[in-house]
């Protein structure tokens, strides 16, 4: 069988990947672990442009926001299922921050996402009244594990996924295709999540990921429709089901629920509302990072039948159509560039 790509994970970026180079009319097969821990099973799917602690935009926000709107459009097309939630999020502002967000809108050319006046009257019984807002207009969600669910479907309706973990071993890299039992290909494209930091061909590459455990609440009287964001995050899924989160650790990278996580988060909801809830579920999940937190994206130099797209981090839903994009046309041909501050290339400058 002869294809012009192999692509190993199909969790969002192996997804995105696949939907771009199909757009390009590319063949492909997806290898898929079953048993493989992925971020994209946990992920909240939370959509945000900014950095709240520095009031900035999130890094190429401008360029990454309206291809995300685009692909993720679609792919609703396409799987014929709705995927992405636009919508807006209310900022906590604390006893200085009302200022701090004036003040920041103008300095750093905020105005398109931001609301300039914060909102002092936001009125929804189940939250303090004491809190001042600031609204952010192009939020929301996308439905992640929709999403997979719907493309793996679609894949196998094309005969393009394979259930099944990838030996490395077994990987036959000639100069010009690489082949897996009986599949060749140009190019093998590694979109493992943090499962790539065990990948014997990326030993140079400086992963530092992180755990993340979310909450999902069922919370009747709260009645939101706008995600609220403090020190956790509030967003509402439908039929009054919420999900809340997210922690971040460094160590004991597993998926593992924490008893240590679950008060974390409580706690930090109850900051924001004393309203009954009951916990539905408690999932947890290793985001795929690395050192500098910018996603690696590219072909091994000295291996160039060998590419990985990886490290989206926390801002996946956000930057990994764009970069899935630069990436698929650089895999065709059309490109010859990568934006440097993810080219793999940054991790073999020295040698």
């Given at each position: 069988m002869n294809v012009d790509f192999i692509i190993v994970g199909q969790g969002l970026a192996g997804t995105l990947l696949a939907h771009k180079l199909f757009r390009q009319n590319?063949?492909?097969?997806?290898?898929?672990?079953p048993a493989q821990l992925k971020s994209s099973d946990v992920a909240a799917g939370l959509i945000n442009p900014v950095v709240f602690r520095r009031?900035?935009?999130?890094?190429?926000?401008?360029?990454?926001?309206?291809?995300?709107?685009?692909?993720?459009?679609?792919?609703?097309e396409l799987v014929q299922e709705q995927l992405y939630f636009p919508g807006q999020m209310m900022?906590?502002?604390?006893?200085?921050?009302?200022?701090?967000?004036?003040?920041k809108i103008f300095a750093n050319q905020l105005e398109e996402y931001l609301e300039v006046e914060p909102i002092l009257n936001f009125r929804n019984p189940a939250i303090s009244n004491t809190f001042s807002f600031g609204c952010v207009n192009k939020s929301g969600r996308l439905d992640i594990q929709k999403l997979i669910f719907a493309f793996a479907k679609f894949l196998n309706q094309q005969n393009s996924i394979r259930n099944e973990k990838l030996d490395y071993e077994k990987l036959v890299l000639q100069p010009d295709s690489v082949a897996?039992?009986?599949?060749?290909?140009?190019?093998?494209?590694?979109c493992?999540?943090?499962?790539?930091?065990?990948?014997?061909?990326?030993?140079?590459?400086?992963?530092?990921?992180?755990?993340?455990?979310?909450?999902?609440?069922?919370?009747?009287?709260?009645?939101?429709?706008?995600?609220?964001s403090d020190e956790v995050f509030v967003m509402p899924i439908g039929n009054h089901r919420y999900k809340v989160g997210a922690t971040y650790t460094w160590d004991e990278l597993n998926d593992?629920?924490?008893?240590?996580?679950?008060?974390?988060?409580?706690?930090?909801?109850?900051?924001i509302s004393s309203t009954h809830f009951e916990v539905l579920s408690q999932k947890a999940g290793i985001r795929?990072?690395?050192?500098?937190?910018?996603?690696?994206?590219?072909?091994?130099p000295d291996n160039p039948q060998i590419g990985i797209f990886n490290g989206l981090?926390?801002?996946?839903?956000?930057?990994?159509?764009?970069?899935?994009?630069?990436?698929?046309?650089?895999?065709?041909?059309?490109?010859?560039?990568?934006?440097?501050?993810?080219?793999?290339?940054?991790?073999?400058?020295?040698?």
């Open positions: 590319k063949t492909f097969v997806v290898f898929n672990d009031m900035t935009k999130s890094w190429l926000v401008d360029d990454a926001f309206p291809q995300m709107e685009t692909t993720y459009h679609e792919l609703e900022k906590i502002l604390g006893e200085d921050g009302i200022d701090f967000w004036k003040e897996y039992d009986n599949v060749t290909a140009s190019k093998i494209i590694f493992e999540g943090s499962a790539a930091s065990q990948n014997p061909f990326f030993n140079s590459l400086k992963f530092k990921h992180s755990k993340g455990e979310v909450l999902e609440l069922k919370i009747p009287e709260l009645n939101l429709n706008e995600i609220v593992e629920i924490t008893d240590s996580a679950r008060n974390e988060l409580l706690d930090k909801f109850q900051n795929p990072t690395m050192h500098d937190r910018k996603p690696v994206i590219g072909l091994l981090g926390s801002k996946g839903v956000l930057l990994g159509p764009y970069f899935a994009k630069q990436l698929a046309v650089f895999l065709i041909g059309n490109s010859s560039t990568i934006h440097p501050e993810v080219d793999i290339n940054r991790y073999f400058k020295r040698r």
